[in-house]
């Protein structure tokens, strides 16, 4: 079973340049989500998409631009990447019922120089 | 203000030990809860939910006591392998999606 695959597992950017951090599930859930996290502020939601074709602001939506491309995958993307934005980004995905919590790809780490 | 309160730790503690990790939520309209374990440089994983009446899974025991709005991780007879970061996670807080505590690091030495 692969869960949720997140690609690419690297990266390393310099200020400026724009990047796609894809997701995929294969458990058919209907929820995505991408958080970042970061030493000392723990996971923060950046954006999430309930069903296909919706998506919803998070905590922290600036700089990023999200799309639910099918029901598996939810891609996040970089316009212009900041050293800010230098983090660990995690994809996630739930069923209908939250009290199963959710399943997280084993993400990307993003250094933007 | 962060909406899930964790102590941040290190809890050292020796192999056999009991030890009680806190997590307080600021919301009191929030519906479920759960505790998620995370391993260095690895992703989050679901450990349990946490239920009103109280819940258990071998040597862990998950407490909720909405009145104090308050929820506590209890874990046994630790392991090395217990080594971890214990993330306390609230839904209901913030929209739609859980709200994550910053986490509970947790060190079991020999």
């Known amino acids: 079973n692969a869960g949720v695959t997140q690609t690419p597992k690297f990266q390393v950017l310099k200020t400026g340049q724009s990047m796609t951090l894809q997701c995929a599930q294969d458990?058919?859930?209907?929820?995505m989500y991408w958080y970042r996290q970061d030493p000392g502020m723990g996971l923060r939601l950046i954006y999430y998409?309930?069903?296909?074709?919706?998506?919803d602001k998070g905590e922290v939506p600036n700089g990023y631009n999200v799309s639910r491309l099918n029901k598996r995958e939810f891609s996040l993307r970089l316009e212009s990447a900041a050293p800010s934005q230098t983090s660990v980004y995690f994809c996630?995905?739930?069923?209908?019922?939250?009290?199963?919590?959710?399943?997280f790809g084993s993400g990307t780490r993003l250094t933007v120089v | 203000r962060k909406e899930v309160e964790q102590d941040p730790g290190p809890f050292n503690v020796p192999e056999g030990a009991t030890v009680a990790f806190n997590c307080t939520y600021s919301?009191?309209?929030?519906?479920?809860f759960f505790w998620y374990r995370q391993d260095c440089r690895k992703e989050p994983k679901l450990l349990m939910s946490?239920?009103?009446s109280g819940n258990e899974d071998g040597r862990f025991t998950a407490q909720l006591n909405r009145a104090s709005q308050y929820i506590s991780l209890l874990i046994r007879d630790s392991k090395l392998s217990d080594s971890a970061t214990y993330l306390c996670?609230?839904?209901?807080?913030?929209?739609?999606?859980?709200?994550f505590g910053k986490g509970t690091s947790l060190l079991v030495t020999p």
């Open positions: 996630a995905s739930s069923d209908e019922g939250i009290n199963y919590g959710y399943t």
């Open positions: 458990m058919n859930h209907n929820s």
């Open positions: 998409s309930a069903s296909e074709g919706t998506t």
């Open positions: 919301n009191s309209a929030s519906q479920s």
């Open positions: 946490v239920y009103s």
């Open positions: 996670v609230v839904y209901g807080d913030s929209g739609y999606a859980l709200n």
